[in-house]
């Protein structure tokens, strides 16, 4: 019987290389046969190239050891003449060899011989206008081909908007872009997102399929879709970013290849949309907030308090980059969400010391993006903004409100606000019961551990 698919596939892969190292594994084990694979394979590879390099030179009526002659002659220099001792010399082969190439060029009518008039003994051996001919186009065949020369309109806008397809779910959206775009192996974009590598695969698979079915083409999408589209797009990055920042799951609280990564691509988009307001701030955005993330953790990996960080660390070029970008976008742009958070980061950013904060202009910005993009973490991270400004109090009151949206009833982020608020409001008891329960529900492990630590304190 026939060996099983898996064992012919892998005999068909083997080759003579490795073939003699399994005869030799078998005879002398002690052998380390390191070298003799490296070299065996250069020694493949030098043959294969031998040949095709031959073809070439057989499409020009020439061999390897003739070409070698003219282009000893060529890179001699005008007048392109050599005597026969100086080519022995330069191409380290004996005078016989040489005639025997030089008989061949000469009747081929490339080179041409003559006396020597210094050596009247001797001859020269010159390069003929045809020898030239033949060894540039020689020489040019041999050359890899030039790289396909960049297209009229950039692709990245067109990939970008493809990946974030609306037919797609935002998880494929996300697998897709970090695949196509973003160049990363699914085995990359798996640990990146803690998923299981053939989970990854299947959802890149069916996105594609999903896209090719739908009919989508690669060009830009009409022009009464491309602000939703993008708007899509805009989404993605800042879901990959936030992942990267703060990671929902896990054993640490950075992904910092998938944040770097979001970075990277916004940027990208920003130098292909440098007029779009809301790509500008979301880079900025990206840039203030990852600014902060070196003075994040502790070396062991635990989380620094948000009022405790040594902002000395911050990445003080990142936080000018950032001010700059949001601050020429806010003076020229239309107001968009992307805008008021970068205005945000930008506040905390700016302020030498926690206690320094404007919570007040933090405050009316969070009420200006609540007007424009309401939404869950914006009502969260206003109360705290209302809680700096009127009081712990004030803010347990909106926090109780806020609980009524079925997205933040019971969410770990909001038992944590309800914590420091109570301990701001001097009921330690409640806030150490809302910090062990906070620490329940998160899935980050770095997370849990510091709101168990801030339980255990009070």
Partial sequence: MNGAPEEQASDQSRDAIDVILEQWRRERPDLDLSAMAVFGRIAMVARVAEAAVEQVFARHGLRQGEFDVLSALRRGGPPYTLIPSELSATLMMSRAGMTNRLDRLEAAGMVERSLDPADRRSFRIALTEEGRRVREESAAALAPPEPDPSPAVDDTLTL?????????????????????????????????????????????????????????????????????RLAAVLHVLYLIFNEGYTASSGGTLHRVELSSEAIRLTRQLHDRLPGDGEVAALLALMLLTDARRPARTRPDGGLVPLAEPDRDKWDAEAIAEGVQLITETLAAAPLGPYQVQAAIAAVHDEAPRAEDTDWRQILALYDLLDGIAPGPMVTLNRIVAVAMVHGPQAGLDGLAKAETDPALAGHHRVLAVRAHLLDLAGDREAARTQYELAARRTLSLPEQRYLESRAAQL
């Avoid at 897709?176 to 698979?205: D, F, H, K, N, Y």
């Fill in 160 to 228: 970008l908007l493809l990946c974030c397809h609306p037919a797609l779910t935002t998880v494929s959206q996300v697998a897709l872009t970090l695949r196509a775009v973003g160049g990363l192996s699914t085995a990359e974009i798996a640990r990146a997102l803690l998923v299981p590598e053939p989970t990854v695969a299947q959802r890149i698979s069916r996105a594609k399929q999903r896209i090719k079915s739908g009919g989508a083409e690669f060009t830009l999408p009409p022009e009464a879709e491309q602000a939703e």
